[in-house]
């Protein structure tokens, strides 16, 4: 859509605002930004690779893996902060707020877009030019809460009449109520999201759950990252679930089953973990967390940690027949 010369506005500011933002407030006549809950935005470390650099990288195989694992245990050093340890966050929160200072001048503004909770506890997000398409002279950001939408305005609850040609959502996706959508039924006849609305989103390992044999997940629940790479943990998932279905073929069997209570295990210790966490403590409400203020969605921990529980298939936690 051709947005030059139209009035436009964004409502939301997380992940996706700040991929778009940039570009609208370019081509736009007005932007205005319509903000709930301001997020922690660092900047991005994208740089043009060196000739030089290139060059030893595609030499040599051992500086390769230094440079990937150097990437994997900066990211993972992350955990330490948000599970438990908040307090080491605030060297981050101090780069993020130097990342605010040096891109906003407009002492309100930076006000405005400066988050109250500890970082880490929503999504941290990572711009070069989010915060100067805010500043743009194009731009406004406004926290007022929205009232109503009419034919060509948004109202606001300052009684403000905000003239608007185009709006655009950036207000999430579904995480955890996506589960709703899975027509799935278990060994009972009992669909999915019948049994996990009365007992709760649960699995083991955020790859299987009892009464559903021969259902694996990728990407379950609890196993999301704030850290680092899930890709990783995908791949952890697919081996474990090859193992699974190796050791079913091997015995002749049709079916795998978690024991209950091996998943009531998995989760009480997830649980118990997420609660002396960031996502739980950091001041803030964030998709992380389900309706009932219940974290389904993160990883406790490291991803060494889960590599660790996935790198085994232990058929004495599963009803095999």
Known sequence: MDLEGK?????????????????????????????????????????????ALRTLLSRLPIARRIARWSVYWGAESLAFGLNGHSNLMRPIERVARWNI???????????????????GCKRILGSNDYYPALAAPNT?????????????????????????????????????DGFDQLALKGATGEDLPSHWHQTGINTHL????????NLF??????????????????????????????????????????RPSVQEQFNTD?????????????GCTSWY???QGVNRTVWPGFTWQYWRATKDFDPAEYDIA
């Open 101 to 119: 200072e040096r891109s906003i001048s407009d002492p309100a503004l930076r006000k405005k877009l400066t988050p109250s909770y500890r970082i």
């Open 7 to 51: 009035r436009v506005a964004v409502i939301g500011t997380g992940a996706s605002a700040i991929q778009f933002v940039p570009f609208v407030q370019k081509e736009a006549m007005s932007l205005k930004v319509f903000q709930r809950t301001p997020a922690w935005v660092l900047p991005r470390k994208n740089f043009t690779v060196p000739p």
């Open 289 to 291: 967390l389900d309706s």
């Open 217 to 258: 997940f990728l990407l379950g629940p609890n196993t999301g990252l704030g850290h680092n790479s899930v890709v990783f943990m995908i791949e952890q998932q697919i081996k474990y679930i090859m193992k699974a279905i190796d050791t079913v073929e091997s015995r002749g069997a049709e079916k795998v089953d978690v």
């Open 206 to 213: 955020g790859i299987t759950t009892e009464g559903f044999p």
């Open 140 to 176: 406004t950001v406004i926290s007022d809460r929205i009232e109503r939408v009419t034919a060509d305005s948004i109202i606001t609850s300052d009684g403000v009449e905000h003239l608007i040609d185009v709006i655009i959502y950036a207000t999430g996706f579904h995480v955890t």
């Open 270 to 282: 997830i649980q118990r973990k997420l609660a002396k966490g960031v996502w739980t403590n950091g």
